[in-house]
Structure formats: structure tokens, C-alpha cells
């Protein structure tokens, strides 16, 4: 696999078999991501790496908090920006909308989006999953390094035959990250990462996601035409 197919083939996996996930394999990829470029060297990224009963204790602590909805949530900090404007809120409601679409939840079905939401909440079932986490005093350009980070490692996942998902969805539940995964006070959970063998039948699995065209992300200047 090269670099191109590794990229093509990615896409957020949330439905996996149930085959275990080597240790070998995993130490191998976080070995090559420790090669990410960061700003300064820094390195800012920090992460514990859960399977079996660590990771089923903290499911298990998490789906006692569900029930209680925003109340029982401990947010670690704002997902999206208040009020997010176009074109990014579109975007955003575009995968979710293609997401449902492909498991039959319709627009008005509010519980079934919350179950299917909730899912976050298992790791989509996936046999391990990483928790990333960074000292508070980080600012955008480390937390953009810890993207670069993530974007290397799920794609050397692809080249292992691996799937992933990134999760910020667990930093609603800081409190019961902080317990189970021991993370330093002064550091702020950003994300969880759900890693496994992709079902390729799962339908959740096979939608297309939107892409904006490139032109509204990127300028060429001083190019012959
Ligand atoms: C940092 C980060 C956090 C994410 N958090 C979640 C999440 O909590 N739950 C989820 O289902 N997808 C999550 N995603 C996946 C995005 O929804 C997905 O990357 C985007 O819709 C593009 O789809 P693709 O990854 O399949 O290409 C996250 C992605 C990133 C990069």
C-alpha cells in the first residue's frame, strides 16, 4: 500500500468484527507515528491505549453517566465553535445526515440518533481505543501537531490492514476518562481513536462522505495557467 491508497482507503470506521488487535502491531505504528513533524520537535501528544477490562470498565462508567444526558457530562471543552457559521455547519450536518441516511434513521427519529450517538460511547465496538490527551498550557498550534500525529497513525493502521475512528465525542465525559486512563491534571483529554478491523458490510461503513470541492479550501497564486 502506498501513501495515496493508505489515504484513499481511510475513512471513519464505526462498525468493526470482533478480531483482536495485535500488540505488535500496535507498538509498530506508534513506533513510525513517533516520526510526525511538530512544531519546535514539542511532540505535545500524549496518549493511553485501552482493550479488554480497562477499556469495558470505562464503557461500563460511561453508560452509567448516559442516562443522565448533559447532566452527567463533563465536558473538557467546546467541540465546535458557538453558532458555527457556513460553510462549516452544512458540512458538518452533511455527514451526519449521510451517516443516518445509511442505517435508516430518519430526519425526525431523535432516539435513534441518540442510540446511534451513543455508540461513541462503546468505541463502536472496536477492540481497543486510544485516549489523547495534552498539558492545558498547549495552545492551536500543538493540538494541530497532535492532528498530525492522529492523521499519521491512522494511516499507518491502513497500511497494517487496520480501521480507526477518531472520537471527540468521549470528551463529554472528561471525569471518567481522568479516572480510568490516569491523566495528568494539567492536561486536557482532547480525543479517543477506535481502532480495529473495518466490517465491510456494515452500511455505516460504506456511505460516501461529502467533500467540498478543493477549490473552496485552496488558492493557487503565480501558476501559468
Ligand atoms: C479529531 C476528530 C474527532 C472526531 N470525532 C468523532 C466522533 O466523536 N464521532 C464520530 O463518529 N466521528 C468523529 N470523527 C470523524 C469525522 O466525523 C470524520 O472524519 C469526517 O466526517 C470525515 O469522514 P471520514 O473520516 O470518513 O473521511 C472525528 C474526526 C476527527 C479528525
Known sequence: MNVSEAVRTRRSVRAFTGKPVDLDVLKSVLDTAQLSPSGGNVQPWNASILTGDPLAQLISAVAGKLPQGPAGQSPEYDIYPKDLPEPYRSRRYGVGEALY????IDRGDKMGRMMQMAQNFRA???PVCMFVHTPGYMGPP???DIGMWLQTIMLLLREAGLDSCAQEAWSLYGAEIREAVN?????IFFCGMAIGCRDVNAPINNFAVPRAEVQE????LGFPD
Not at 491523566?183 to 492536561?187: K, L, R, S
Not at 479550501?217 to 493557487?220: F, K
Request: hydrophobic share 30%; proline share 5%.
Open 217 to 220: 479550501n485552496i488558492t493557487y
Open 101 to 104: 441516511e445509511s442505517i435508516g
Open 183 to 187: 491523566i495528568p491534571e494539567d492536561h
Open 124 to 126: 463502536f465496538e472496536a
Open 142 to 144: 500543538q493540538w494541530s
